[in-house]
């Protein structure tokens, strides 16, 4: 029995998939190529890689590109002193010229089991669309959609499920900007 649900192309289509997808992901030393992460399948194919600030040079600055090397995704921190004043950090997803796709809002001082809330660009009529259950420091979590089905589950450290139909650009964005808070690989 084939997929049967709808897709859900955040991104683009192209990274969505009829089956369900295990993205395994490692970290590069900040030694190597300034650090930030590899996203492989499981015949080591590379299928995304993840630039941070070692790479960047800029602090709050994400890139998230497909296995040819190709920018997809470009994420960057908001910042300013209107950031400053909320009481959320928010982080914004761009594809291809400056198209924004995403939002990601976080609570400034709860990161162990935050709320964390997603919405897609251009917003529809509620303020989020997807969001984060659980610990993503114990790799216990899963980024779930408004109707609570499951996006992606973080199995361990290293494995990524992504449930068939739905954007692993999308994902990989969403573990760049987690990667980044939590202060691993993709930080300074």
């Known amino acids: 029995?084939?997929?049967?649900?709808?897709?859900?192309?955040?991104?683009?289509?192209?990274?969505?998939s009829l089956s369900q997808t295990v993205l395994i992901v490692r970290r590069r030393p900040h030694v190597v190529?300034?650090?930030?992460?590899?996203?492989?399948?499981?015949?080591?194919?590379?299928l995304f890689?993840?630039?941070?600030?070692?790479?960047?040079?800029?602090?709050?600055?994400?890139?998230?590109?497909?296995?040819?090397?190709?920018?997809?995704?470009?994420?960057?921190?908001?910042?300013g002193i209107v950031?400053?004043?909320?009481?959320?950090?928010?982080?914004?997803?761009?594809?291809?010229?400056?198209?924004?796709v995403f939002t990601l809002r976080e609570p400034k001082h709860s990161l162990v089991n935050c709320k964390v809330k997603i919405s897609v660009e251009p917003q529809q009529n509620s303020d989020w669309d997807f969001d984060l259950k659980g610990s993503f420091v114990d790799r216990e979590c899963a980024i779930r959609d408004r109707r609570g089905n499951v996006v992606a589950q973080f199995k361990d450290l290293y494995n990524v499920v992504v449930q068939p139909g739905y954007d692993q650009a999308f994902v990989v964005?969403?573990?760049?900007i987690l990667d980044n808070i939590h202060r691993e690989s993709t930080r300074c």
Not at 85 to 91: C, E, G, K, R, Y
Not at 94 to 99: F, I, M
Not at 173 to 176: D, E, F, L, R, S
């Open 1 to 16: 029995m084939g997929f049967r649900g709808e897709m859900v192309p955040v991104v683009s289509m192209a990274f969505c």
């Open 33 to 46: 190529s300034g650090g930030g992460f590899v996203v492989t399948n499981y015949t080591q194919r590379v």
């Open 49 to 79: 890689s993840v630039d941070g600030c070692g790479t960047l040079g800029n602090e709050g600055e994400l890139l998230v590109k497909n296995g040819d090397g190709e920018p997809i995704i470009s994420v960057r921190k908001k910042g």
């Open 83 to 100: 950031q400053s004043l909320s009481l959320q950090n928010q982080w914004r997803g761009y594809a291809g010229a400056g198209r924004p």
């Open 173 to 176: 964005g969403i573990i760049a």
